[in-house]
């Protein structure tokens, strides 16, 4: 099938797909005509793909891990245990980002609260404290 039909089929832009192409992680047959020939088991690669970066995986991890999912007729699958301890790395990476996160929110929460004390926003006041810092 043509890149069209596989964004068709997949739900996934055309230059998404280029992406994963040029990222390695798909990898099309070449007419002698240059046009992409995909296959239909790219479209469950594609999903995969999908359904990593949605977990938060990168690109390049997603590459690490392909090679260990298996097709099995619905969807990616695991298919080695060696691919554990990468994903319980990006576990790892993942919560340190949300805890970041979290933070981030807590101090945004802090300073709403206080700024909620402060009455009704008046605009000018806000010029007024530029104007004399």
Do not use: F, K
């Not at 832009?13 to 047959?29: A, C, I, T």
């Not at 245990?81 to 981030?104: I, N, P, Q, V």
């Amino acid at each position: 099938m043509r890149i069209g039909e596989l964004s068709r089929l997949t739900g996934v832009s055309v230059r998404s797909l280029r992406y994963y192409e040029e990222q390695g992680l798909l990898r099309p047959l070449r007419r002698p005509s240059g046009y992409r020939e995909y296959r239909e088991e790219d479209a469950a690669t594609v999903r995969g793909i999908r359904l990593m970066l949605a977990a938060g995986l990168n690109t390049a991890t997603i590459g690490e891990l392909l090679p260990c999912l298996a097709d099995d007729g619905e969807a990616l699958a695991p298919a080695c245990g060696g691919m554990l301890s990468d994903l319980h790395r990006e576990r790892e990476r993942l919560s340190a980002a949300a805890a970041d996160l979290l933070t981030a929110r807590d101090r945004l929460d802090a300073l709403i609260q206080a700024t909620s004390r402060l009455g009704p926003a008046d605009p000018s006041e806000c010029d007024a404290l530029t104007a004399v810092t």
